[in-house]
C-alpha cells in the first residue's frame, strides 16, 4: 500500500529565517506531486505540483519554491519568510494518469 | 473559469438527524468531482469520486451524488464521529484539485 509522509508536525520560525518542508511517498512510482497551503479560515490553495524530478510547475507567485530531487520525494523551501507564510502545508500524490488526491498529515507553520 | 462553491459554510446536527451538503461546480470538462473529509489539525482523507452525472457512491452513513452542476453529500443518521470538515473538489488532467471553502459539521449527542 502507498503511504505519505511529511514532516515535521509542527514549526515555528521567526520572520526571516529559511524554510524547509519534506514530503515522501512510498509504495508508488512516477507519482505525482503536489504542495498545497490551508491559510486560517480558508480553503486549500494548490502552490506547486510536480509531474516528475526536476520537473516543477508554480501555481501562484509567492516567497515559496519547490523542488523534486528524487521520484518520491518533495521539498517546500523559502529563503526567508514572511508573516504571510504561516499556514497548514499538505503535500499529496496522485498516481500518473490518475486524478485522486492523497494527502499527508500537513505541517502547520507559524511564522512570528 | 472552474468554480467550486460549497454550502451551507457549517451545519449543526443533532445524533440521527439526516441532513445534506451542497457542491456546485462549473467546469469546462468534468475529470472528477471528489468529496474528502478533513479532521482539525489533520490533512484531508479520500471518500469518494464521481465522475458521470447520475452517479452515486456509498460509504457508511455518507452517500454521494452527481448532476451537472451540482453535488451532494448525504448523511444518513449522523453519529458523533461524522463530526468534521467536508471539501469538495475538481480535478484537472494533471490532478490538481480546486477545493470549495468546505462546510464544518458538528454531530451533538
Known amino acids: 500500500s502507498q503511504t505519505i509522509h511529511q514532516w515535521p508536525a509542527t514549526l515555528v520560525q521567526p520572520v526571516g529565517s529559511p524554510l524547509s518542508l519534506e514530503c515522501t511517498v512510498e509504495?508508488?512510482?512516477?507519482?505525482?506531486l503536489y504542495w498545497y497551503r490551508q491559510a486560517a479560515g480558508r480553503g486549500l490553495q494548490l502552490l506547486f505540483y510536480?509531474?516528475?524530478?526536476?520537473?516543477i510547475s508554480s501555481e501562484v507567485p509567492q516567497n515559496l519554491s519547490a523542488s523534486r530531487p528524487q521520484d518520491r520525494q518533495f521539498i517546500l523551501s523559502s529563503k526567508k519568510l514572511l508573516l504571510s507564510d504561516s499556514g497548514f502545508y499538505l503535500c499529496?500524490?496522485?498516481?500518473?494518469?490518475?486524478?485522486?488526491?492523497?494527502f499527508g498529515a500537513g505541517t502547520r507553520l507559524s511564522v512570528l | 473559469e472552474d468554480q467550486v462553491t460549497q454550502s451551507p459554510e457549517a451545519l449543526r446536527l443533532q445524533e440521527g438527524e439526516s441532513s445534506s451538503l451542497n457542491c456546485s461546480y462549473t467546469?469546462?470538462?468534468?475529470?472528477?468531482l471528489f468529496w474528502y473529509r478533513q479532521d482539525p489539525g489533520k490533512g484531508p482523507e479520500f471518500l469518494f469520486t464521481?465522475?458521470?452525472a447520475g452517479e452515486e457512491k456509498e460509504k457508511e452513513r455518507l452517500k454521494a451524488t452527481l448532476t451537472k452542476k451540482e453535488s451532494f453529500l448525504h448523511i444518513t443518521a449522523p453519529k458523533p464521529e461524522d463530526s468534521a470538515t467536508y471539501l469538495c473538489?475538481?480535478?484537472?488532467?494533471?490532478?490538481?484539485?480546486?477545493f470549495g471553502a468546505g462546510t464544518q459539521v458538528v454531530v451533538t449527542p
Open positions: 464521481l465522475y458521470s
Open positions: 499529496a500524490w496522485s498516481p500518473r494518469g490518475g486524478f485522486v488526491g492523497y
Open positions: 473538489a475538481l480535478s484537472d488532467s494533471w490532478g490538481k484539485l480546486q
Open positions: 509504495g508508488t512510482s512516477n507519482p505525482n
Open positions: 510536480s509531474v516528475g524530478i526536476g520537473q
Open positions: 467546469v469546462s470538462g468534468l475529470r472528477g
